[in-house]
Each structure stands twice: as C-alpha cells, then as structure tokens.
C-alpha cells in the first residue's frame, strides 16, 4: 500500500513558477513510477508527467519545455517544477503511482488527494 500526500500547490501569475512535491509512504517507493495528473473543472483528470523507477521520464504535449518531474528515492519524494505557467494550467494536480511507467500513464494504482494550481493572467 503507497499513500501520497502533494503540497504546493497556490495562486500564480501567469508566467510564473510553482514547485509540486508528493510525499509518499511505503518502503517501495522506489519501486513505483511516479507522476502527475491534473484535472480542470469540467475537463477530464489527464496525465501531465511521469518518471520510473530508473528515471526515464514521460510528459503531456502540454508540459514539454515547461514543467520537469524529478524524484528523490531518499525522500519518498516526487517533484514537478512548473515553469512558465498559463491560465490553462489551472487545475487540481494529482499525484500517482503505478507499477510501471507504461501503467502509471493509464491506470495509476495509487492517487493521492490533490493540489490546487491557479494560474491568473
């Protein structure tokens, strides 16, 4: 069982920068891929980010040259770094787990509750 916690979310100018870390229990973190998803209102939840165990990393069309997901395996953490933000991007972030990155971009097997993301232009 894997159980995610996300802060830093927030209220951002367009333009802007915001860092999300989700924080997740369980001894085989390092295990799991990790990665984001977001979900605007009235819009599906849609996958942003994702990286492996190993490292290798996945993005949405929309996140490429903007936002950059990392992990530290010591910390049970996973990070998005967010640059140049759009109103666009305003959404509920969630974090996820899944047992391969394959998995985790389809049919994550662990979410956490969410993050707020607003973007003002």
């Known amino acids: 069982q894997v159980q995610l916690v996300e802060s830093g979310g927030g209220l951002v100018q367009a333009g802007g920068s915001l860092r999300l870390s989700c924080a997740a229990s369980g001894r085989t973190f390092y295990t799991y891929a990790m990665g984001w998803f977001r979900q605007a209102p009235g819009k599906e939840r849609e996958f942003v980010a994702g990286i492996s165990w190993s490292g290798g990393t996945s993005y949405a069309d929309s996140a490429k040259g903007r936002f950059s997901i990392s992990r530290d395996n010591a910390k049970n953490t996973v990070y998005l770094q967010m640059n140049i933000l759009k109103p666009e991007d305003t959404a509920a972030y969630y974090c996820?787990?899944?047992?391969?990155?394959?998995?985790?971009?389809?049919?994550?097997?662990?979410w956490g509750r969410g993050t707020q993301v607003t973007v003002s232009s």
């Open positions: 996820a787990a899944g047992n391969s990155l394959a998995i985790l971009t389809k049919a994550p097997n662990y």
